[in-house]
Each structure stands twice: as structure tokens, then as C-alpha cells.
T-cell receptor, first 114, second 115 residues
Framework: EAQVTQNPRYLITVTGKKLTVTCSQNMNHEYMSWYRQDPGLGLRQIYYSMNVEVTDKGDVPEGYKVSRKEKRNFPLILESPSPNQTSLYFC?????????????FGDGTRLSIL | AQSVTQLGSHVSVSEGALVLLRCNYSSSVPPYLFWYVQYPNQGLQLLLKYTTGATLVKGINGFEAEFKKSETSFHLTKPSAHMSDAAEYFCAVSHSGGSNYKLTFGKGTLLTVNP
């Protein structure tokens, strides 16, 4: 089954404790992206990757890191999480970076930073 | 910069009634437009998309949307609401932001369906 898989689905942690949210897709997609969803704000892009070893900042990259060493994986890293990073996070992928390609989303990761 | 406005953060309809969710966009270039649906505790699923060609686009679950360039709108409709349609709906526009294929989302409209 074609899917984007995120782990963990839920995480409660404390300020300053490094964490990684994994994202994996099995569709051989070139393009991957991370979003955060906050009430009343919709989805905002954090980082994206056009292909392996190619990443760039989205609209709200502060406090986050990413890497793309393999085509299928695109982990999101919070080196020193803070409470304002409490949010619902989505990973998405698409065939290419063409702007007529729909994106496929994971089921989300709900992070609570205390 | 491109933007998307969804009018009404919450829409409530009766089962069997018409569903109309409004979306307006701003774009300096021809846009590609999408509607996504998010069910509770799930990710976003593509409902339909407009890229080129016919301006009336049909999607899954009986939804359709019409691209109206003169009104910069892409409203989502369904003739008869079903209880299973209760979800949050997001309109999105894509554009070339430098080298980035970027989706800009509206803030979402929560649809509730009353029996």
C-alpha cells in the first residue's frame, strides 16, 4: 500500500530534550516536505527536499533541522525543543517538485513540549 | 506572495442539504488549486485538483469545485451532505516559489453535518 509513515504518532516531552520525528514513504517520490498545523493557522511549511541531499527552508524553519540521505526518509529534528513547537506535524511527499502534483500526507505526529 | 482565504472557519449543514465551502485565492500567475479533506486523527487526503482544462472539477465522494478566474475563486460543493462528510477541509494553491514546489493552505473550514 502506498503510504507516508510518520513515527511517533504522539509524543510528550520536555523543553531542551532533543527529539526526532521520522518520515518514510514507499512511493519512490522525489519531493518531501514537513508542515506544522496549528489551530486557526492552517498548515505552514517547515522544510522541504527536492531530492536526496537537497533540502531548503520553508516558511517557519526556526528551531528545526532536516536531512535527506535516502530517497525514502526525511526525518525532522528538534535539537532543543521549546513549548512554542507544540503542534501537529505532517510529512508529505510527491513525485516531483512540479507544482501540479498533489502531495500525499502522513497521518501526523502530535508533539507536546512541556 | 500567494494566499488563500477560506470564508467561514465553521460551516454547519443538515444531512441531505447542499454543501458549499468557499475559497478565494490571490495569484500573480495561473494557479493550480487543490482541495484536501482531513478526518479526525488523520492526515490530509486529496479531494480534487484543478491544473488546466475544464474549470469544473469532479473529485471523490461526490464533491466538485469550479475554478472561476474572474472571481479568483475555487468553491467546493456537494449537492447532498452525508454524515460521513463531517471533517475539516483545506483549500490550497501551488506556485513556483523559486525552486520550491510550495503549497499554500487556507486556514481550513470545519464542516459539521447535523442529522
Amino acid at each position: 500500500e502506498a503510504q507516508v509513515t510518520q513515527n511517533p504518532r504522539y509524543l510528550i516531552t520536555v523543553t531542551g530534550k532533543k527529539l526526532t520525528v521520522t518520515c518514510s514513504q514507499n512511493m519512490n517520490h522525489e519531493y518531501m516536505s514537513w508542515y506544522r498545523q496549528d489551530p486557526g493557522l492552517g498548515l505552514r511549511q517547515i522544510y522541504y527536499s527536492m531530492n536526496v541531499e537537497v533540502t531548503d527552508k520553508g516558511d517557519v524553519p526556526e528551531g528545526y533541522k532536516v536531512s535527506r540521505k535516502e530517497k525514502r526518509n526525511f526525518p525532522l529534528i528538534l535539537e532543543s525543543p521549546s513549548p512554542n513547537q507544540t503542534s501537529l506535524y505532517f510529512c508529505a511527499s510527491s513525485w516531483t517538485g512540479s507544482f501540479n502534483q498533489p502531495q500525499h500526507f502522513g497521518d501526523g505526529t502530535r508533539l507536546s513540549i512541556l | 506572495a500567494q494566499s488563500v482565504t477560506q470564508l467561514g472557519s465553521h460551516v454547519s449543514v443538515s444531512e441531505g442539504a447542499l454543501v458549499l465551502l468557499r475559497c478565494n485565492y490571490s495569484s500573480s500567475v495561473p494557479p493550480y488549486l487543490f482541495w484536501y479533506v482531513q478526518y479526525p486523527n488523520q492526515g490530509l487526503q486529496l479531494l480534487l485538483k484543478y491544473t488546466t482544462g475544464a474549470t469544473l472539477v469532479k473529485g471523490i465522494n461526490g464533491f466538485e469545485a469550479e475554478f472561476k478566474k474572474s472571481e479568483t475563486s475555487f468553491h467546493l460543493t456537494k449537492p447532498s451532505a452525508h454524515m460521513s462528510d463531517a471533517a475539516e477541509y483545506f483549500c490550497a494553491v501551488s506556485h513556483s516559489g523559486g525552486s520550491n514546489y510550495k503549497l499554500t493552505f487556507g486556514k481550513g473550514t470545519l464542516l459539521t453535518v447535523n442529522p
